[in-house]
């Protein structure tokens, strides 16, 4: 096996200061042996002399390899450096697959939303999540029928919005919107008469529901009555939030009732006077 100059080199160097140390520590030795008299005196010495000439081998190893241990070193750093790089999305997915399961941002069957990415969850491993979509935007529940695979990497860098945070029962809210000039204050009156039928059947267990879950998460206990507030979001405009309590899967199902309800029986438009 050949060996390069340079190392024969650096080879001979070290062999010449182990050796000129070693004699140089033996002829002190014995000078010490010989001149002092006291034994505590020259055990003292020889300790200290043999602690000085081993620091003075490893400042000289030092000395004659630090360029090829500093070359080493560098080599070994660019080697992390290129690892690093080329498996970043992996670290990335095992480092948010760390964080999620961490925060316990979600389960199994919880409904999700990261990015642009919405739906119920059915599976997640170390490297990805896969959810059903659901869909299409923000406002829909229903499953589009379509399977996404997220990279665990988004969860370190997006939030994380879980709509079934509450479990079985949900507060589900959906907007309806009205001209000014339309008459939002009866379909308010009807919205709200009919989301109290429709939650009638559950409401006192989605209520016992939310206590429960305020007492274990130390939270505040919501109201679960349905509510129909307003919102003016422009001129001329009039939007009724409904917010109603529902079973966390039947959401579209109570929304699409209580609308089909109120709309059944009017449109809510006004009526203009004939002129006399």
């Not at 095992?94 to 599976?123: E, H, M, P």
């Not at 990805?128 to 979509?133: C, G, R, Y």
């Not at 370190?156 to 079985?168: A, G």
Request: charged share 25%; hydrophobic share 45%; aromatic share 8%.
């Amino acid at each position: 096996m050949a060996i390069s100059e340079e190392l024969l080199t650096l080879l001979i160097e070290t062999g010449f200061l182990i050796v000129a140390v070693g004699l140089i520590r033996a002829i002190i030795s014995r000078f010490i042996k010989k001149r002092v008299q006291s034994k505590e005196l020259q055990r003292r010495w020889l300790v200290q002399t043999r602690n000085a000439f081993i620091l003075l081998l490893i400042l000289g190893l030092i000395f004659i390899w630090g360029e090829a241990l500093r070359t080493f070193a560098l080599s070994i750093v660019a080697i992390a450096v290129a690892f690093v790089v080329a498996t970043k999305e992996l670290i990335l997915c095992i480092t948010g697959s760390i964080l999620k399961t961490g925060a316990g941002s979600f389960n199994i069957g919880d409904r999700i939303q990261v990015k642009d990415f919405r739906g119920d969850v059915i599976d997640q491993n170390i490297l990805a999540t896969t959810i059903l979509e659901v869909g299409p935007g923000k406002l829909t529940h229903q499953r589009t029928g379509r399977m996404t695979v997220i990279p665990n990497a988004l969860f370190v860098s997006e939030p994380v919005i879980n709509e079934s945070y509450t479990h079985d029962y949900v507060l589900h809210v959906f907007t309806v919107p009205f001209k000014r000039e339309e008459n939002w204050r009866a379909a308010q009156k009807e919205f709200l008469k009919a989301a109290n039928k429709f939650c009638k059947p559950y409401l006192n267990e989605a209520r016992s529901h939310m206590e429960q879950l305020s007492k274990e998460k130390g939270l505040d206990v919501p109201t679960t009555d349905p509510r129909v507030s307003i919102q003016v979001p422009a001129a001329g405009e009039i939007h009724l939030i409904v917010r109603v309590p529902v079973k966390s899967t039947q959401r579209s199902y109570i929304e699409q009732s209580i609308l089909a309800e109120v709309f059944s029986n009017s449109d809510f438009v006004m009526k203009k006077e004939e002129p006399k």
